[in-house]
């Protein structure tokens, strides 16, 4: 099978699990698809869990049985053509500020072909989806940029990147809510936190959600760590 073509298929995962792939590489389409099935597929079991290429349904044993669940999904999957799809309209649109500082914005830049400024330009234009969260506690990964960013990974981690780090990689943008470790190349900086722990709701974004990033200086975002959501902006969507 190539690894970017759609093509569906449904998997065990553990005693309360079933997977959906959709596809075995990361791709626009991939996710698209992704967010189309995940959107549809509310109510279908307890939890519906995007992926980058998959869905995570997560069911209840003593309440349904795998099989039942599987025959749903798979009505549902013959429901429509996976491939070419466009995602579905955002829930929410996000303003996320950001300074884009990082100590790899030029290193990251040049291999996107790009200045440093033609790349900041990029990142603040692009209207990104929340397509993933995970790694860390609500970390999300946000794509796509245009093709240019299919950079890759770092060979070698860099150790330590702070709280509020923005790092890019395969055409996708991640705002680490922790400290951490990471093979990403860190271009920016928010104030903003995708973890918030103690909080009423400590996940703020969610998948479907969109984001655009707007550009502030460092002294600026040193004011902004004192508010709640660090300067983000919310827009519920009718």
């Known amino acids: 099978m190539d690894a970017s073509?759609?093509?569906p298929?449904?998997?065990?995962?553990?005693?309360?699990?079933?997977?959906?792939r959709f596809a075995r590489a990361v791709s626009p389409e991939a996710s698209a698809a992704v967010a189309r099935f995940a959107a549809e597929a509310e109510g279908l079991a307890d939890e519906v869990a995007p992926a980058l290429a998959s869905v995570l349904l997560?069911?209840?044993?003593?309440?349904?049985a795998r099989e039942e669940l599987i025959a749903r999904v798979e009505d549902l999957l013959d429901e429509r053509e996976w491939r070419g799809l466009k995602d579905p309209a955002p829930a929410r649109r996000w303003r996320?500020?950001?300074a884009l500082d990082g100590p790899q914005l030029a290193e990251a830049a040049e291999m996107a072909g790009l200045s440093e400024a033609e790349a900041?330009?990029?990142?603040?234009a692009t209207e990104l989806r929340v397509r993933a969260i995970g790694f860390a506690p609500g970390m999300p990964y946000l794509g796509f940029l245009p093709e240019h960013w299919n950079?890759?990974?770092q060979t070698d981690?860099?150790?330590k990147v702070p709280a509020g780090a923005l790092v890019?990689?395969?055409r996708q943008l991640v705002l680490f809510p922790t400290e951490s470790v990471t093979g990403w190349r860190m271009v920016g900086r928010c104030a903003f936190r995708p973890f918030r722990r103690g909080a009423k709701e400590p996940f703020p974004l969610a998948p479907r959600d969109a984001l655009r990033f707007e550009r502030v200086e460092a002294a600026e975002l040193e004011r902004l760590e004192t508010e709640p959501l660090g300067g983000a902006v919310c827009e519920e969507i009718a």
């Open 151 to 153: 950079i890759p990974r």
């Open 120 to 124: 900041c330009e990029e990142f603040l």
């Open 157 to 159: 981690l860099t150790p």
């Open 9 to 20: 298929e449904i998997l065990p995962l553990g005693q309360d699990g079933v997977l959906v």
């Open 5 to 7: 073509e759609i093509t």
């Open 168 to 170: 890019v990689a395969v």
């Open 96 to 98: 996320v500020p950001a």
């Open 58 to 64: 997560r069911f209840d044993p003593a309440k349904v």
